[in-house]
């Protein structure tokens, strides 16, 4: 990839960054990560820089957040002191990493508050046997849905795959 991008680059770049809003990722992570994804050689926070025309510190702050996701990993290149960057190019592994991640940060500390919450209901004479009855239930179905969410995000990838299109599932042009 030249630091001069093709219409068809440009045009997934900035629809990912448009995207990244909408799943709450800030717009220069995404089109960051949309870059290192396309990228056929790891870059350094330079050429991210000069090929997207943004900040230092926006490329620095969005390949820290990339790299603690582990979706960007950095890279050595022999001769160049600088450090690269390159995106997982695997987009079956790409889900999965983003959607364990997701899993850590945000459903597993939800079951724990819903815990407590239930903890709290069963001892609180205030609160409803209908309140703590609907948080019953809303932590069984977390509980079944991330364990089965376990299951699958742990199987290889073919395995997976297969799964999906079972049924017609996954399918286009049919």
Known sequence: MSNALTKTEEAFILHWGQMGTQWGINRTVAQVHALLYLSEKPLNAEEICEILNVARSNVSTSLKELTGWGIVKKTAILGDKRDHFASVKD???????????????????TLSVIRECIQEA??????SESTTERLKNMYEFLEVTTA??????????PLLKGMLKVGGVGRTGD
């Open 91 to 109: 987009v079956w592994e790409l889900a999965r990493i983003i959607a364990v991640e997701r899993k850590k940060r945000e459903i597993d500390p």
């Open 122 to 127: 069963e001892q609180d004479q205030e609160t």
């Open 148 to 157: 089965a969410f376990d299951r699958v995000s742990n199987l290889p990838t």
